[in-house]
């Protein structure tokens, strides 16, 4: 029973439309009627075509690419509920940009997460929804609540019915250290040992394979990332599994596919068999790859939703 009354709404701008329409579908509402578009300049204009006040407003917008166009798009939006009076605001951002930059590597870096957790605050939202934050610290940027749902519950569940569990020809891998904690999880989930690339990094979006930790001989790899960019890391630690480790075949999954620049002929190229993506970040327009198969998130983050309008526990989609 829902105590507060308050009737909901779901808005989207124009990063990710199809996820957005079917959230709302398996919330069974529709979608609200709202439009962004250009200035002639570039600025982005909302127009919202029926009334929020007092409603618990949800903008569905990831913040991919256009990065920032995105981003401003969520931002405006946010301002536009905050003035027509809506009751509460929260911003569902399935994939966060500006991510990456949470610290400072080198003198005089800035730590472009933080802003946009302020920018984010500052337009207006009461809480945000999210999904695999590149680094857990980033709710602690936001003044604000931040529930970071776990992409890889999607895909335990896919592989649980494609291999069951406790499968000995299978092992899990880590693309780097920094993900080893949730490789972890996914693997004792699914009962499997687990493996690590270990590799180091040059530069930006380039990295060096150095060696693998752990025996992956003769197996069935599964590669656990949240990301994947330009596709450089995850193909070239697939490489080394097999060439390296002797792995027998490879298969990976990410909750993000970003797909910039070279990603989709590398990954085209790669001796990865299958690439897992959420539906979080739409496929590049103009693009091919039969090596990618994706999972929808929708209901995922229709839960998620349902629970936050009546106002009742998610700590559950948390494990």
Avoid: W
């Amino acid at each position: 029973m829902i105590s507060h009354g308050k009737e909901i709404k779901v808005f989207t701008g124009n990063s990710n439309r199809p996820l957005a329409e079917s959230i709302c579908r398996n919330l069974g509402i529709r979608l609200g009627d709202a439009e962004v578009t250009h200035f002639a300049d570039g600025e982005a204009s909302v127009s919202l075509y029926e009334p929020v006040r007092g409603s618990d407003v949800f903008i569905v917008q990831p913040t991919c690419k256009p990065v920032n166009d995105s981003l401003m798009e969520l931002l405006i939006m946010i301002d536009a509920c905050k003035r027509a009076s809506a009751g509460r605001i929260t911003a569902v951002i399935p994939y966060f940009g500006y991510a990456r930059q949470d610290r400072k590597a080198k003198a005089r870096d800035p730590i472009s997460a933080k802003l946009v957790a302020n920018l984010i605050t500052a337009a207006g939202a009461d809480r945000v929804l999210t999904m695999d934050l590149h680094a857990n610290q980033i709710q602690g940027f936001f003044d604000i609540p931040v529930d970071n749902l776990l992409g890889s519950a999607l895909f335990i569940d896919h592989f649980l019915n494609k291999i069951g569990k406790d499968n000995d020809d299978y092992i899990m891998a880590s693309p780097d250290v920094g993900s080893v904690a949730r490789v972890r999880t996914f693997a004792h989930n699914l009962g499997l040992n687990m493996a690590i690339v270990d590799k180091r990094r040059e530069k930006a979006n380039h990295s060096e394979v150095m060696n693998i930790i752990g025996d992956v001989s003769g197996k069935n790899v599964i590669l656990l990332d949240d990301m994947v960019d330009t596709a450089g890391s995850l193909c070239g630690a697939a490489k080394a599994l097999v060439e390296v480790g002797g792995a027998k075949e490879v298969y990976a999954c990410a909750s993000h596919g970003v797909l910039s620049g070279p990603a989709i002929d590398r990954i085209n190229e790669s001796c990865i068999k299958e690439l897992l993506l959420t539906d979080t970040i739409p496929f590049p327009e103009g693009k091919t790859c039969d090596k990618i198969t994706y999972i929808s998130s929708a209901a995922f983050f229709a839960e998620a939703i349902e629970r936050i309008y009546e106002e009742v526990s998610i700590s559950s989609l948390f494990r």
